[in-house]
């Protein structure tokens, strides 16, 4: 959980919940840190951020016992990441409430039902469009102020993988061959751009854009099997060399 520090005593700090709200919990000095602590306030200060983790919830009596020690470097940019992005889209969701007249909790509950949580939503509409939100029940206004928001808000990352396409023909009609091979290296993929660049018979770069490595790479298999299938189908040689892959971009 996100938490607050509220209030540091002599043998555990008090924090708020920060997804919860009116909710507050407890960290013994034994769960602060590892080994041996003298002082808590040489580990953890109030009004600062902390990740940890729910060790135990006491219902009746309205408790619950946190752990910060027990939350690695990993989880703790994971969690942080993950928080900050459910604020951003919680924030979103205001402004499509406002925009199309609808209640913010009724729309949280139909994204949540639908997705289990609120900040992917937003990058699924920028990906698939309106048709994403068709079966969440929300009214077409709503949905139309959700995927305005999303397009205004929203910056899916995008990355990009290469090769070098080597084709070479023999045939007397060999540079038609490879001209028809390479209108075939640029099949329609949705989500998906393709470029060619020639870097010097018989070799020409191909690099492939998509919003993950998966579909990037299988983009660049299509592309390169479209091409060499031309160039081998008419005699030819054709093959792909492929580079690392470059990360990603915005």
Known sequence: MVCTVRNIKDFAAFVS??????LEGLIPISEIATGWIKYIRDHIREGQKVVCKVLHVDKSRGHIDLSLKDVNDHQRREKIREWKNESKARK???FAAEA?????????AALYKKYGDLYSVFEEIVSDGEDSLRKTGLSARTIEALVSVARENVKVPRVTVSGNLILTSTKPDGINIIRRALRSAEPKIPDTEIELTYLGAPTYRIKVTAPDYKKAEKGLEKAAGAAIGVVERSGGEGKLVKKPKSGKSA
């Open 100 to 108: 199309s007249k609808e209640k913010p909790e009724v729309i949280t």
């Open 17 to 22: 919940l920060d997804e919860y709200e009116n």
């Open 92 to 94: 979103w969701i205001g």
